[in-house]
């Protein structure tokens, strides 16, 4: 759309004609409070939070309902905004619990945020204030504060528009209105935590991360949901080397501003049942140990010129980089090509609004190196060495168990304790996306990128880097220095990657096939909160 | 100052807006199927019929019951919880079980300067019941409402459909006794 000049306060800038004054003072730093506009489910009008005084117009005008035109000239920082600013948080205070030291939404609470920016009033209030329900089960994952809303219906809508499932609304009315689900319901459907992050105010909380953490105690990175083969963009919160919980990261050519419940769990695989240190036969032992173990135990099979008998099953649920440092190894160190893997997993629910059948964050990064391959076919023949990169296979397909068991020494090399680290000689510690950089390549073939949220656990290393090792006592020349290295010589050796620098991945990631890439929507644009 | 009550412990467990249920499942008679599906064209959507609809199906099933919501919901393709909050909103959607007879007996300004606190204490009294409630026998419910705009006729009532006043101490309790006649 075309640009034109408007007037900010004063300051000339330009603007998208037809976008709303709420999005073009941000593009212009300027905030204008609001409860019930959200950039993903468009423009309301209830709350009244967003009134600014238009040039022209004799009465206040809310911002999100008024658009760019050629000329327009408007203040948020003039007296009567500020007046009447003030004057309808105070409405949306009256009744509003001071629970800010028992709520989990305090530190990330747009009343706290706005009474500081444009409230600071004193009370006016002496009669008792009215009370409604606390800490009510709206739904198996989501708490409902009703006295801490303030009615803006974001999430009523969300469940209109995007879920289409109608779950929640208002009743009663006046003072006593509140949001609740239709008598014997719940909010159940698939993505109701998004409520949660749209929610304004710390009305509705989610079950899983109330009381964990307060959230100023949490640092943040950019990461990707493991979930299934959207690869939704995510915020990974994090304190002291634990993962707290996933927030959905804007992102409009791939999960817009929402995320699903099922893939906001998948943070607890960072924290729970991890492989921390190297176990060999059951038994915990010193990492270098097992190292030397795994060198000898490759030497060995190398040596008697078994190497080509050797053979390294990759999972879809790994990094490109690991994938293709796998490869590798398995083509340089090993000298077999019985290299690959595939999907062992049971398929997950696929809807029409993010869910993804495929429960692998990188299948496409995995047929793009070429290494799909039939783990029950790349299993079937046995052989000297089996090396396996992440997931579970035995867990998920126990018929995988028996070709695993052909093989003279297996060893894993994974995240998480499961059936498939047990039934391992040598399980070694890998740092999973939490710990280390690095990307996915989502089902319509887009390459995103994880950055590392903080260093890896116990003895974890991130995949090349434990590869590196296990060369080491090999002798073999085999080793990155990080992962930008890694990608840099990845791009160069596999032509589907070629030319694609970190650079032009940036946040929102870019498609394998560049041609095909729409790029991103036009027209709104969130800051990185979502708010 | 009176000593402090925690006043979430009441509420904790309640219905933010309760609804009864009736045990089992409602349909519109023919006539009434008729009704709406004549209805629905004189709205651009079905949305917009829902207050006569709920209207219609308050006039048959006799109060707004879960299942008539949920029926009502159905008919306009709306979620059960639109139409619930709907119903919420608006007073004469019963969400209980009402008496043959409903008595909504004016207490507003006139009615009250012509004695109606009086009449509805005589109504308390001769009924067993108080505001909100209604007979053991299902025969008569009781409301108060505010002004019916029958000033003329205060202190007054609606019943049902029809308005009935003025009243005094001893005429309400004839109108209870034809009520009860006429409920036989």
């Known amino acids: 759309m075309a640009k034109v000049t408007i007037q900010i306060n004063g300051q000339e800038v330009q603007a998208e004609e037809g976008l709303n004054l709420i999005e073009a003072a941000r593009a212009a730093g300027v905030e204008i409070p609001h409860f019930c506009y959200h950039p993903g489910l468009g423009v309301d009008g209830n709350c009244r939070q967003c009134l600014i005084e238009i040039e022209g117009v004799s009465k206040l005008q809310i911002a999100c309902n008024s658009f760019v035109k050629e000329g327009l000239a408007f203040r948020t920082d003039s007296d009567r905004v500020k007046q009447m600013q003030a004057g309808v948080l105070e409405f949306l205070f009256l009744n509003h619990p001071l629970d800010c030291p028992i709520c989990d939404q305090s530190g990330e609470c747009l009343l706290q945020d706005y009474y500081m920016s444009n409230g600071k009033y004193e009370s006016r209030l002496d009669l008792p204030k009215h009370h409604k329900r606390k800490a009510v089960p709206v739904g198996p994952r989501v708490m409902l504060d009703a006295e801490r809303c303030v009615l803006c219906t974001r999430c009523t809508r969300f469940c209109d528009q995007v879920t289409k499932t109608g779950e929640l609304r208002i009743v009663n009315r006046g003072y006593r209105a509140e949001i609740t689900t239709f008598p014997g319901r719940e909010l159940d459907n698939d993505y109701s935590l998004n409520t949660v992050d749209i929610c304004p105010v710390g009305a509705l909380t989610s079950r899983d991360f109330r009381f964990q953490k307060r959230v100023w105690h949490l640092r943040t990175a950019k990461s990707l949901c493991t979930g299934c083969a959207r690869g939704c963009n995510t915020y990974l919160e994090f304190d002291d080397g634990k993962a707290y919980r996933y927030r959905p990261r804007e992102n409009m050519a791939v999960n817009d501003f929402w995320m699903c419940d099922p893939g906001r769990v998948t943070y607890k695989e960072l924290n729970d049942n991890r492989l921390d240190v190297a176990i060999v036969e059951g038994q915990e032992r010193p990492f270098h140990e097992a190292l030397e173990l795994a060198g000898s135990w490759i030497n060995e099979a190398v040596g008697s010129g078994k190497g080509s008998d050797a053979v390294v099953l990759v999972s879809p649920q790994c990094s490109t980089e690991v994938l293709y440092a796998a490869k590798k190894f398995a083509l340089d160190v090993l000298g077999t090509t019985r290299v690959g893997g595939g999907n062992v997993r049971p398929a997950g629910v696929e809807d029409e609004i993010l869910r993804r059948a495929d429960t692998n964050p990188n299948s496409r990064g995995l047929e793009a190196l070429g290494l799909t391959r039939n783990p029950a076919d790349l299993l079937s023949d046995g052989g000297s060495v089996l090396l396996i990169f992440g997931d579970d296979p035995i867990g998920f397909q126990k018929d995988l168990a028996d070709g695993i068991q052909t093989f003279q020494r297996v060893i894993y090399v994974g995240s998480n304790e499961n059936s498939t680290s047990g039934a391992a000689g040598l399980a070694l510690p890998m740092a999973p996306h939490s710990e280390c950089d690095g990307t996915f390549v989502n089902f319509e073939g887009r390459v995103q990128r994880f950055r590392k949220a903080f260093t890896p656990r116990g003895d974890a290393l991130w995949g090349p880097n434990l590869l590196a090792r296990i060369a080491e006592f090999t002798g073999d020349e085999f080793g990155w220095n990080g992962p930008k290295d890694l990608w840099q010589e990845l791009t160069s050796n596999e032509p589907t990657f070629a030319n694609l620098e970190y650079a032009q991945v940036g946040d929102e990631g870019r498609l394998l096939d560049a041609g095909q890439d729409a790029g991103r929507d036009a027209g709104v644009t969130a800051p990185a909160s979502g708010r | ?184």
């Open chain 2, 1 to 184: 100052m009176q000593p402090y009550q925690n006043p979430n412990l009441d509420i904790a467990g309640r219905d933010a807006c309760p609804v009864e249920s009736m045990g089992h499942a409602v349909r519109f008679s023919d006539e009434n199927q008729k009704r709406f599906a004549e209805l629905l064209t004189r709205y651009p959507t079905k949305q917009a019929a829902v207050l006569p609809t709920l209207w219609m199906a308050q006039e048959e099933f006799g109060w707004c019951s879960t299942e008539v919501i949920e029926y009502v919901a159905e008919l306009l393709d709306l979620p059960p919880s639109h139409v619930y909050g709907v119903v919420s909103f608006y007073t004469m959607y019963y969400r209980r079980p009402m008496g043959k007879y409903h008595i909504q007996l004016c207490t507003n300004i006139s009615c009250m300067l012509m004695g109606g606190e009086t009449i509805l204490e005589c109504l308390r009294e001769k009924l067993g019941i108080g505001l909100g409630e209604t007979t053991p026998d299902g025969l008569i419910s009781l409301d108060e409402v505010e002004c019916l705009a029958a000033c003329d006729i205060a202190p007054m009532c609606q019943m049902n459909d029809e308005y009935h006043g003025p009243f005094t101490p001893e005429s309400v309790g004839q109108f209870v006794d034809q009520l009860r006649a006429r409920g036989k």
